[in-house]
């Protein structure tokens, strides 16, 4: 394999040093054989500025860590694979989400809020019996609710949704999934109406203007555009019996 | 005064991967008031990582009729090469079933008993209509039922979402991205600690009744680790930085044979269980020299050892990662790789840029998890100071003893999480918390010293990257899969210099706010710690017990070491003090494992 020189325009700012102007800095590093983002960002860090901020924890695709724009796109660097990519790199934070700094986002005070103002949780009356054998549910239905569920919350649904980007309370297409988590699940015993309350407003999914562009981004593939039009059909009918 | 903000609960705890979440549904459910701190946002933890399962005895499918918790406990004990505490095994395997159940009730899809015929492994299975729709099983290695609970491919994902989200129901404190330096403790007992916010680099102070380790493994100490990179082992060394705090059985580490290089993401066995073959840098397939019977497909550590005794002969395919070998899967065909072995496919193709359908899949034996931790009593109470708790893979509860099955850890967090959540909650009722500000400034102090000498390099401009790259090859050079005691000697040696050389560690960046050079800073002279604690165990334990290897002890000595390890590090001390305690044996005496090699102290399955 023909080893290519990689340059990197890495947008830099510092919330510590409000003066200085968010800038774009050039690195250049040689490309390895089967070299990642994961790699080749820590190389920069450990060898040229130790000062560049960044988030991976996985490395492997799955704690969602690790999105940002990369040449323009949202998308988990971890498993970006430079060869995938021309030799100029830009790389940019997530747009919506509050920059901690660098390539860093806060995309984890963004989820938990979403998570509590949809209340992300399985609603039940229920108490729990240690002593009784788990409540039965078929295998089609638990699959049902993990296609859901595989949602890592990496943001990049969030970054790249128009509506997101201009309005700061909207759920994006991540939220709207969260709801139908919950609405597949025979668990959970909230009403249409009361999931009305959590996602039928301009901010949840009536905020959506449809574009799909949070499908197309999903890392994991979750088929966003079929949850959105689930909870839209649900809620629109919800909102007729108001 | 120093400048910091301070936050008082009834209990702290630290880690918000399964079992510190777990453990802190509990102390909240039973009227207390609890704080979370975690590096990263809970869901980011490393237990989300997890795809197998968890084990415990339901006995719903088929393949694991008749199971129960006596027959969980014997695996345990017997995957543990008798290492581990028996009542605390028995503690474990009685609880798991409810605990799992109670994640069905929290929300975990696990996947379900389907009724009707299938085919594995050119067995006919007939799963019991009568248990349609029940928590299913999977196979594990190393149990002698099915017994491993999943979701999917996602298990590790929907039990720390699921636990989460009761986490969010219960209005529990979070502070991600906060990581705790040091304990304050007065030598008996522990108030809390002293924290660095990760936003703004600014430092806390946490004080509570009780104290809760749950910080996960060390996995990181090794460059090359199936684990999260957060994996540092932090909780454990600011234990052991308190010098009344021990860590247990830290010499007991264990490794995957397949991690894909360079990122070292771990490929399952499933590969090589579908008829994957191993090629050195010739492309012969060398293990069938080793094993002629099992091949490919004897036990993981043997599977591991086998390759590195290859890779020492100079048949490894040298690498700018190091050498390694080749997983071969190619001539499965096209099909059964994208239908069958997709993960592993896709893992493939996103990570090492290869399509294994047309090339050969770089793989080297990798760091997975950590046996040591914390030494702690059956209640989670560890040793030496009060008011310190410890669970999950930070701790050394024990029932992993030398070798944790595979399944079996993810069930620990929840299981401990569970008991061990009840007994913090009964300790911090009767607790109440009186700590002098003398004392919290002091612990303070220390800390802010501490940056401030790394900003100024004050003493030395010794680069920390550097450093812990030495640490990284000392470890996976002489402290691996095989040990023997001159490289265990000469890391003893080298981890001495290198601790040493760690006090002289000076920034490049400024230290402003919160920059990670400063936290890699104050993170590597523990870390090179709790490596020396590794090496000097291995050293010291003249023996081969479930992952420890030792080829000039090839054999389990029960007679003189049937006992754990227990290191400690006196304050001011430049290493570790080795001292031993028996393990605990109620029903189960020392025998053969059954399976493997067990003269040489074979493992299982350890996904
Ligand atoms: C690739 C892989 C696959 C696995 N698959 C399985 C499996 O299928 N079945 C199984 O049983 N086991 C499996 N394991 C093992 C299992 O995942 C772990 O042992 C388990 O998840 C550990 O959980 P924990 O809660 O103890 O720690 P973790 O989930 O690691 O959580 C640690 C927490 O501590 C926090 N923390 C750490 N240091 C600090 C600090 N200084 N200050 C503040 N917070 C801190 C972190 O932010 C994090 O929240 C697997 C491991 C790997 C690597
Ligand atoms: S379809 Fe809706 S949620 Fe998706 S990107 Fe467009 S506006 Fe955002
Ligand atoms: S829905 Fe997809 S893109 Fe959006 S946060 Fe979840 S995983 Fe990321
Ligand atoms: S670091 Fe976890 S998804 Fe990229």
């Known amino acids: 394999m023909s080893q290519r020189q990689l340059t990197f325009h890495i947008f830099r700012y510092n919330p510590e040093t409000p003066n200085q102007k968010p800038a774009t800095q050039t690195f250049v590093l040689q490309e390895e054989t089967g070299m990642t983002l994961f790699i080749a960002l820590n190389k920069i860090r450990e060898e040229q500025d130790s000062t560049l901020k960044f988030d991976f924890v996985c490395r492997a695709g799955i704690c969602g860590s690790c999105g940002m724009l990369i040449n323009g796109k949202p998308t988990l660097a971890c498993r970006t694979l430079t060869k995938d990519l021309p030799t100029d790199i830009t790389l940019m934070p997530l747009p919506v989400f509050k920059l901690l700094g660098d390539l860093s986002v806060d995309t984890g005070t963004w989820f938990r809020d979403m998570s509590l103002r949809t209340e992300a949780w399985v609603h039940?009356?229920?108490?729990?019996?240690?002593?009784?054998q788990e409540e039965r549910m078929s295998n089609e239905t638990a699959l049902h609710i993990y296609e859901a569920e595989r949602c890592i919350e990496c943001g990049c649904c969030i970054g790249g949704c128009a509506t997101a980007n201009i309005k700061p309370n909207f759920i994006g297409a991540a939220g709207v999934n969260r709801v139908a988590r919950f609405m597949l699940d025979p668990r959970d015993e909230r009403d249409e109406q009361e999931y009305f309350d959590v996602v039928g407003s301009e901010d949840g999914i009536f905020g959506c203007i449809g574009l799909m562009a949070c499908d197309d981004n999903c890392p994991v593939g979750i088929p966003l555009q079929g949850q959105l039009a689930y909870v839209r059909r649900k809620m629109a009918l919800a909102g007729w019996k108001r | 005064m120093s400048q910091y903000d301070r936050f008082t609960s009834d209990v702290l705890i630290v880690g918000a991967g399964l079992a510190g979440e777990r453990a802190a549904i509990e102390a909240a459910t039973q009227g207390l008031n609890v704080i979370i701190l975690s590096l990263v946002p809970p869901r980011r933890s490393h237990s989300s990582a997890a795809q197998g399962g968890m084990q415990a005895a339901l006995g719903n499918s088929a393949m694991g009729k008749g199971d129960s918790p006596d027959i969980h406990f014997a695996d345990t004990v017997k995957g543990s090469d008798w290492?581990?505490?028996?009542?605390?095994?028995?503690?474990?395997?009685?609880?798991?079933?409810?605990?799992?159940?109670?994640?069905?009730?929290?929300?975990?899809?696990?996947?379900?008993?389907?009724?009707?015929?299938?085919?594995?492994?050119?067995?006919?299975?007939?799963?019991?209509?009568?248990?349609?729709?029940?928590?299913?099983?999977?196979?594990?290695?190393?149990?002698?039922?099915?017994?491993?609970?999943y979701t999917a491919d996602g298990t590790g994902h929907t039990v720390l979402y699921t636990m989460d989200s009761v986490v969010i129901?219960?209005?529990?404190?979070?502070?991600?991205?906060?990581?705790?330096?040091?304990?304050?403790?007065?030598?008996?007992?522990?108030?809390?600690?002293?924290?660095?916010?990760?936003?703004?680099?600014?430092?806390?102070?946490?004080?509570?009744?009780?104290?809760?380790?749950?910080?996960?493994?060390?996995?990181?100490?090794?460059?090359?680790?199936?684990?999260?990179?957060?994996?540092?082992?932090?909780?454990?060394?600011?234990?052991?930085?308190?010098?009344?705090?021990?860590?247990?059985?830290?010499?007991?580490?264990?490794?995957?044979?397949?991690?894909?290089?360079?990122?070292?993401?771990?490929?399952?066995?499933g590969a090589r269980g579908d008829g994957g073959y191993l090629l050195d840098k010739d492309h012969h397939?060398?293990?069938?020299?080793?094993?002629?019977?099992?091949?490919?497909?004897?036990?993981?550590?043997?599977?591991?050892?086998?390759?590195?005794?290859?890779?020492?002969?100079?048949?490894?395919?040298?690498?700018?990662?190091?050498?390694?070998?080749?997983?071969?899967?190619?001539?499965?065909?096209?099909?059964?790789?994208?239908?069958?072995?997709?993960?592993?496919?896709?893992?493939?193709?996103?990570?090492?840029?290869?399509?294994?359908?047309?090339?050969?899949?770089?793989?080297?034996?990798?760091?997975?998890?950590?046996?040591?931790?914390?030494?702690?009593?059956?209640?989670?109470?560890?040793?030496?100071?009060?008011?310190?708790?410890?669970?999950?893979?930070?701790?050394?509860?024990?029932?992993?003893?030398?070798?944790?099955?595979?399944?079996?850890?993810?069930a620990e967090t929840v299981v401990a999480g569970m008991l061990?959540?009840?007994?913090?909650?009964?300790?911090?009722?009767?607790?109440?918390?009186?700590?002098?500000?003398?004392?919290?400034?002091?612990?303070?102090?220390?800390?802010?010293?501490?940056?401030?000498?790394?900003?100024?390099?004050?003493?030395?401009?010794?680069?920390?990257?550097?450093?812990?790259?030495?640490?990284?090859?000392?470890?996976?050079?002489?402290?691996?899969?095989?040990?023997?005691?001159?490289?265990?000697?000469?890391?003893?040696?080298?981890?001495?210099?290198?601790?040493?050389?760690?006090?002289?560690?000076?920034?490049?960046?400024?230290?402003?706010?919160?920059?990670?050079?400063?936290?890699?800073?104050?993170?590597?002279?523990?870390?090179?710690?709790?490596?020396?604690?590794?090496?000097?165990?291995?050293?010291?334990?003249?023996?081969?017990?479930?992952?420890?290897?030792?080829?000039?002890?090839?054999?389990?000595?029960?007679?003189?070491?049937?006992?754990?390890?227990?290191?400690?590090?006196?304050?001011?001390?430049?290493?570790?003090?080795?001292?031993?305690?028996?393990?605990?044996?109620?029903?189960?005496?020392?025998?053969?494992?059954?399976?493997?090699?067990?003269?040489?102290?074979?493992?299982?399955?350890?996904?």
């Open chain 2, 285 to 410: 397939r060398f293990m069938p020299d080793y094993e002629p019977k099992k091949k490919e497909l004897a036990s993981r550590d043997v599977v591991s050892r086998r390759i590195m005794q290859h890779i020492r002969k100079g048949y490894g395919v040298e690498s700018p990662y190091g050498a390694h070998v080749w997983l071969d899967i190619r001539h499965l065909g096209e099909k059964h790789i994208n239908t069958n072995l997709r993960e592993i496919a896709n893992i493939c193709r996103n990570f090492a840029g290869v399509d294994p359908v047309h090339d050969l899949i770089p793989v080297r034996p990798t760091q997975h998890y950590s046996m040591g931790g914390i030494r702690t009593n059956i209640d989670g109470m560890a040793y030496g100071l009060t008011g310190l708790f410890s669970l999950g893979e930070a701790a050394c509860w024990d029932m992993h003893g030398f070798n944790r099955l595979g399944g079996n850890s993810l």
């Open chain 2, 420 to 607: 061990i959540g009840d007994k913090i909650a009964k300790y911090t009722k009767e607790a109440s918390l009186n700590v002098s500000s003398a004392l919290i400034e002091e612990h303070v102090r220390f800390q802010e010293d501490r940056i401030q000498s790394l900003i100024e390099c004050r003493n030395g401009k010794e680069n920390v990257y550097q450093l812990r790259r030495e640490m990284e090859t000392i470890l996976s050079e002489n402290v691996g899969i095989f040990r023997s005691e001159e490289p265990l000697q000469k890391a003893v040696a080298q981890l001495h210099e290198l601790h040493q050389r760690s006090c002289q560690v000076g920034l490049r960046s400024g230290g402003k706010g919160a920059d990670p050079e400063l936290a890699s800073a104050l993170r590597i002279t523990g870390m090179i710690k709790l490596a020396y604690c590794i090496a000097a165990g291995a050293l010291a334990r003249k023996e081969s017990r479930g992952s420890h290897f030792r080829e000039d002890y090839p054999k389990r000595d029960d007679e003189n070491w049937l006992k754990r390890t227990l290191a400690y590090w006196p304050v001011g001390a430049d290493r570790p003090e080795l001292d031993y305690e028996p393990v605990k044996i109620t029903e189960l005496p020392p025998g053969d494992r059954g399976y493997g090699e067990a003269s040489t102290g074979a493992a299982s399955a350890n996904r």
């Open chain 2, 169 to 269: 129901k219960l209005g529990i404190t979070v502070h991600d991205r906060t990581e705790v330096l040091s304990l304050i403790h007065d030598g008996e007992r522990c108030s809390g600690v002293v924290a660095r916010c990760l936003r703004t680099g600014n430092l806390r102070v946490y004080t509570a009744k009780s104290t809760v380790i749950a910080t996960g493994g060390y996995g990181r100490l090794y460059g090359a680790s199936t684990n999260a990179i957060i994996n540092e082992g932090s909780g454990m060394f600011v234990a052991l930085e308190t010098g009344v705090v021990p860590l247990g059985n830290m010499e007991a580490v264990q490794f995957h044979p397949t991690g894909i290089v360079p990122t070292w993401i771990l490929i399952t066995e």
């Open chain 2, 83 to 149: 290492g581990c505490d028996q009542d605390v095994a028995r503690l474990f395997a009685e609880m798991a079933p409810v605990a799992m159940r109670q994640m069905a009730y929290w929300g975990v899809p696990w996947s379900r008993v389907v009724p009707g015929k299938r085919i594995y492994d050119g067995v006919d299975i007939h799963e019991d209509p009568e248990k349609e729709g029940l928590i299913a099983a999977r196979n594990f290695g190393g149990t002698a039922k099915w017994r491993t609970c």
């Open chain 1, 124 to 132: 039940t009356e229920k108490t729990f019996d240690p002593d009784a």
